[in-house]
């Protein structure tokens, strides 16, 4: 009885002790940052990473090239009407982009269609 109890407690104290152990190196956290600052439409440079910077040793490499990954998924323009039908607010994020223009006028698509539900519930 007691034999079988450890042994189903010894998996999860293995899991609970193997996650333990395995923490993030700092510039791969600083990538990671980066990338999802970049996906989500930040600019490079916003109040949360000055916020973050303070607690974890800044990595500037490994957050532009996160952050440059991030943003090429953001002005992805095939994905720019997903982002304007779902509200996601465009304020010139992927300005300079080779298709800033087709990216634009995606997101003002979906956008228009965003606001036209209050008016022409689907």
């Not at 923490?23 to 930040?42: H, I, L, N």
């Amino acid at each position: 009885m007691l034999l079988n109890r450890i042994v189903s407690v010894l998996p999860l104290v293995l899991l609970v002790t193997s996650c333990a152990n395995n923490k993030m190196a700092v510039d791969e956290y600083w990538y990671g940052q980066g990338y999802r600052f970049g996906f989500a439409g930040y600019d490079a440079d916003n109040r949360f990473l000055e916020n973050i910077k303070e607690k974890v040793p800044f990595h500037k490499g490994q957050y532009q090239r996160g952050y440059t990954a991030g943003k090429l998924e953001y002005c992805d323009p095939y994905k720019a009407f997903e982002k304007g039908i779902s509200g996601t607010l465009y304020l010139g994020q992927c300005e300079g982009h080779k298709q800033q223009v087709m990216i634009e006028a995606e997101w003002q698509r979906g956008w228009d269609a965003f606001v036209g539900r209050d008016f022409f519930p689907w």
